[in-house]
């Protein structure tokens, strides 16, 4: 081996050696690469996010906000095994955490797992009792789950512990609404306004309330209040539509109907009910074109094209109807099938020569007992 011949050769030698050698990546911290994870959450960039999640994870197991990140991430993709999953996980490591029993549980609903959502809300309940939140979120899964009388206390209790926040007012109308008691709903939606009159949402489930509670001159009182602030507001003329139709005043609701088309062309719910409208006021063709418009901007409404075969039937033409009839049960539910089977019934009390008809109420009796 040779000897350096000088200090300073030596030195110089060592320099190119280090220089030229690969340099070696930092790498990230768990901190890092959680944050980056939030980042593209919130930046909306849901696969980045992911993997930047469970690379804090790889590093770190047992970092919760990483797993919190991760379910957050799945879940806005849609990914809900995946999801509930991580939020599992999460629980595990901080089962004391209410905000993280609420987005588990969220997820468990949109699973419609909503019976395995109870016990999980239940809990975050206990550790927040006077938070309405936790309670709203439980009595959602309640129902959902069928448990109506214990939901109902959940949302009173809430209402007890926050009686002047809209937000807790319009939830529980929108429970007393699906649950057909307009006018407790009704009164829960005025409850609302009166701390916040310009809840917009409050306000439509009221209009929609009046009319479900047969109370429609207050419907269109306040639908029409809606529209003198905002005329080209849709769903306030939607929800005037509806208190119209309700009334038996079908040209009204038509009339505002082909308003909201007029700005809203794409409105495939409009047009579907536009077309039942006509329907009843005796425009027969034209509640077969307004249909297939709707049906043509959105395949999977069901009950429109349930709709759309009885008004096939009604014109005698049972072999379009047939068609129409077998792809709506191919899209609808339970509820859309047991509606449609009283349209025929009715129509052919109406009827009850038409031949067409008869056919398809043994057709639609008939698929539901399959």
């Given at each position: 081996?040779?000897v350096?011949?000088?200090?300073?050769?030596?030195?110089?030698?060592?320099?190119?050696?280090?220089?030229?050698?690969?340099?070696v990546?930092r790498?990230?911290?768990?901190d890092?690469?959680r944050?980056?994870?939030?980042e593209?959450?919130?930046a909306g960039?849901?696969?980045?996010?992911?993997e930047?999640f469970?690379?804090?994870?790889?590093?770190?197991?047992?970092?919760?906000?990483?797993h919190v990140g991760?379910?957050?991430?799945?879940r806005?993709l849609?990914?809900?095994?995946e999801?509930?999953?991580?939020?599992?996980?999460?629980?595990?490591?901080?089962?004391g955490?209410?905000?993280?029993?609420?987005?588990?549980?969220?997820?468990?609903?949109?699973a419609?797992?909503?019976?395995?959502?109870?016990p999980?809300?239940r809990r975050?309940?206990?550790l927040?009792?006077?938070?309405?939140g936790?309670?709203?979120?439980?009595?959602d899964?309640?129902?959902?789950?069928?448990?109506?009388s214990?939901?109902?206390?959940?949302?009173?209790?809430?209402?007890g512990?926050?009686?002047?926040?809209?937000?807790?007012?319009?939830?529980?109308g929108?429970?007393?609404?699906?649950?057909?008691?307009?006018?407790?709903?009704?009164?829960?939606?005025?409850?609302?306004?009166?701390?916040?009159?310009?809840?917009?949402?409050a306000r439509l489930?009221?209009?929609?309330?009046l009319?479900?509670?047969?109370?429609?001159?207050e419907?269109?009182?306040?639908?029409?209040?809606?529209?003198?602030a905002a005329?080209?507001?849709?769903?306030?003329?939607?929800?005037?539509?509806?208190?119209?139709?309700?009334?038996?005043?079908?040209?009204?609701?038509?009339?505002?109907?082909?308003?909201?088309?007029?700005?809203?062309?794409?409105?495939?719910?409009?047009?579907?009910?536009?077309?039942?409208?006509q329907?009843?006021?005796?425009h027969?063709?034209d509640?077969?074109?307004?249909?297939?418009?709707?049906?043509?901007?959105?395949?999977?409404?069901?009950?429109v094209?349930?709709?759309?075969?009885l008004?096939l039937?009604?014109q005698?033409?049972?072999e379009?109807a047939?068609k129409?009839?077998?792809?709506?049960?191919?899209?609808?539910?339970?509820?859309?099938?047991?509606?449609a089977?009283?349209?025929?019934?009715?129509?052919?009390?109406?009827?009850?020569?038409a031949?067409a008809?008869?056919?398809?109420?043994?057709?639609?009796?008939?698929?539901?007992?399959?």
């Amino acid at each position: 081996m040779g000897v350096w011949r000088s200090a300073a050769a030596a030195a110089a030698m060592v320099c190119v050696i280090a220089c030229a050698w690969p340099a070696v990546a930092r790498a990230d911290t768990v901190d890092e690469l959680r944050n980056r994870g939030y980042e593209q959450l919130k930046a909306g960039k849901l696969d980045a996010a992911v993997e930047a999640f469970a690379a804090a994870l790889k590093a770190s197991d047992r970092d919760i906000a990483s797993h919190v990140g991760l379910a957050q991430a799945y879940r806005a993709l849609g990914k809900l095994p995946e999801a509930t999953d991580a939020y599992r996980h999460a629980v595990e490591l901080n089962p004391g955490s209410a905000e993280i029993l609420i987005g588990y549980g969220g997820v468990l609903m949109e699973a419609s797992r909503a019976a395995e959502a109870v016990p999980v809300l239940r809990r975050a309940v206990d550790l927040v009792p006077m938070q309405p939140g936790p309670l709203l979120a439980l009595a959602d899964a309640l129902a959902r789950a069928g448990r109506h009388s214990e939901a109902l206390a959940c949302y009173e209790r809430a209402v007890g512990y926050s009686p002047v926040d809209p937000a807790v007012h319009l939830a529980f109308g929108r429970y007393l609404a699906d649950r057909g008691r307009g006018d407790q709903a009704a009164a829960e939606f005025r409850a609302a306004l009166r701390v916040q009159p310009d809840l917009r949402l409050a306000r439509l489930g009221l209009i929609g309330a009046l009319t479900a509670a047969n109370r429609c001159d207050e419907a269109v009182t306040e639908a029409n209040g809606m529209l003198k602030a905002a005329p080209k507001d849709p769903d306030a003329r939607a929800a005037l539509a509806a208190a119209y139709e309700t009334m038996g005043r079908r040209e009204d609701a038509i009339r505002e109907y082909r308003a909201i088309l007029a700005e809203n062309p794409g409105a495939a719910v409009v047009w579907g009910n536009m077309g039942w409208s006509q329907y009843r006021a005796g425009h027969l063709e034209d509640a077969i074109v307004s249909s297939r418009k709707a049906i043509e901007l959105n395949p999977g409404l069901a009950y429109v094209r349930y709709n759309l075969g009885l008004f096939l039937a009604l014109q005698g033409s049972w072999e379009q109807a047939r068609k129409a009839y077998e792809e709506a049960a191919a899209v609808g539910d339970a509820d859309d099938l047991r509606a449609a089977t009283e349209d025929a019934r009715e129509a052919r009390k109406g009827r009850p020569d038409a031949a067409a008809l008869g056919q398809a109420l043994k057709f639609l009796e008939g698929v539901r007992r399959k």
